[in-house]
Structure formats: C-alpha cells, structure tokens
Nanobody
Framework: QVQLVESGGGLVQAGGSLRLSCAAS????????MGWFRQAPGKEREFVAT????????YYADSVKGRFTISRDNAKNTVYLQMNSLKPEDTAVYYC?????????????????????WGQGTQVTVSL
C-alpha cells in the first residue's frame, strides 16, 4: 500500500505559476506509475497528466498541454506538477494518483485511475 500527500496548492493570479508536489510513502515508489487529476466545483474529476514509473514517458490532457509539466524524483519518492500560464479554468482540487505496475507506460493511469491510490487533494485557485 502507498500513502500520497499533495502540497503546493494556493491562490495565484492568471498567468502565474505553481508547483504541486505529491510525496509517496509505503512501498517502492519507482514501481508506481503516477498521475494528476483535478476536480472543479460541480464537475467530474478529470485527468491532467501522467508519468511512467521510469519517468521516461509523459502524457497530458489537451487542456494543459504546453503549460503543465509532470516530473518525478524516485530518490525523493515525489512527483511534481509544474503549472505555468495558469488560467481561471484551472481552478480545482488537484489529486495525486498512483498504481503499482510492471508496465513502463503512460496508458496505465488513465485506464485504472478509479481503482488506484489517491491523495487527499490540494486546492488551486486562479483569479483574474
């Protein structure tokens, strides 16, 4: 089992940047594919980005491509989401997601997300 703790959320003006972190504990972090999801008020939770367990592959939702960057540091058991050029529509609670897998692929998280491990979320608010 793995425990996930997100941090780094906050209030930022449109056009600004934030970096979210997700610290994992419990088991071998490097065996886990990782991802970020978000949920805005009144909307369903949606996929944002994912990174393979090796860090060699990443995949993004079209809405954040070119603005957000997912990365990981397996030595620190942490995955990051660098968010640049933030827009008001990026306002949401951001959740970290993890699944243990032998498949070094970005397809794992989107397919299995509801059944994976989740963090408690961190609020990101982007003002005009």
């Amino acid at each position: 089992q793995v425990q996930l703790v997100e941090s780094g959320g906050g209030l930022v003006q449109a056009g600004g940047s934030l970096r979210l972190s997700c610290a994992a504990s419990g088991q071998t972090f490097s065996s886990y594919a990782m991802g970020w999801f978000r949920q805005a008020p009144g909307k369903e939770r949606e996929f944002v980005a994912t990174i393979s367990w090796s860090g060699g592959s990443t995949y993004y939702a079209d809405s954040v491509k070119g603005r957000f960057t997912i990365s990981r540091d397996n030595a620190k058991n942490t995955v990051y989401l660098q968010m640049n050029s933030l827009k008001p529509e990026d306002t949401a609670v951001y959740y970290c997601n993890a699944v243990k897998t032998g498949e070094d692929s970005v397809s794992v998280i989107p397919k299995s997300a509801p059944y994976n491990y989740w963090g408690q979320g961190t609020q990101v608010t982007v003002s005009l």
